[in-house]
């Protein structure tokens, strides 16, 4: 286990760079972190769509939701939400969210 220090906050991360333990609460400084390490450089409205239906799913099923589904429920192609998370829905959206890895397909 690591940590990862971000504008004055530590963070316990995973092998992967997932966090340890889920946030209760979105974190906007891990979030900018994760877009840092990302490559993301702004968070567009369908950066924002893709990030709060998903966190809105994890809440409601207590794990993120499969692309297809996350897809169905944006109105967003899965080949739109690779262009907004090049490193993948799991690696960048969920990570971003503060899920652990585990929680994420």
Known sequence: MATIEHNGKSYQVDEKGFL?????????NWSEHVMTTEGIHELTPEHKKVLDEAWRYYK???????????????????????????SGFKHGACKMLGLREKDCF
């Open 20 to 28: 340890v333990e889920v946030l209760i609460e979105r974190d906007e």
């Open 60 to 86: 409601k099923n207590g794990l993120a939701p499969m692309l297809r589904v996350l897809s169905r429920i944006t109105g967003l192609p899965c080949k739109r939400i690779y262009e907004l998370f090049p």
